[in-house]
């Protein structure tokens, strides 16, 4: 078993202790989500692929106003993250 080493520290030593460990738990969190966070999916054919259903079907549930999308002339954007909660919140996922 390892040796156990007992350190006394006063308040302010304490403090920045604490701060740098948080700081660095928080930086690494942000790098681990910024990691994760997919592109956006382009168009009902993107859309259709990334639900496995038909770009008919689709289509059709974006104009029932499944999913929450962008639109800039004919390009449309849907982010993931938003399609997936909305499948969960309809109870289609």
Not at 2 to 17: C, F, G, P
Not at 55 to 70: D, S, T, V
Not at 72 to 80: A, E, I, S
Request: charged share 25%; net charge positive.
């Amino acid at each position: 078993m390892d040796a156990l080493t007992l350190t006394q520290y006063n308040e302010s030593q304490l403090k920045t202790i604490v701060y740098v460990a948080v700081k660095a738990a928080l930086a690494e969190e942000k790098t681990s989500q910024q990691a994760k966070h997919q592109p956006f999916i382009k168009g009902i054919h993107g859309l259709a692929k990334f639900l496995k259903v038909s770009p008919a079907r689709a289509q059709k549930l974006k104009n029932e106003g499944a999913f929450p999308f962008w639109q800039d002339g004919r390009t449309l954007l849907f982010d993931p993250e938003k399609v997936k909660e909305a499948m969960l919140k309809n109870g289609k996922g």
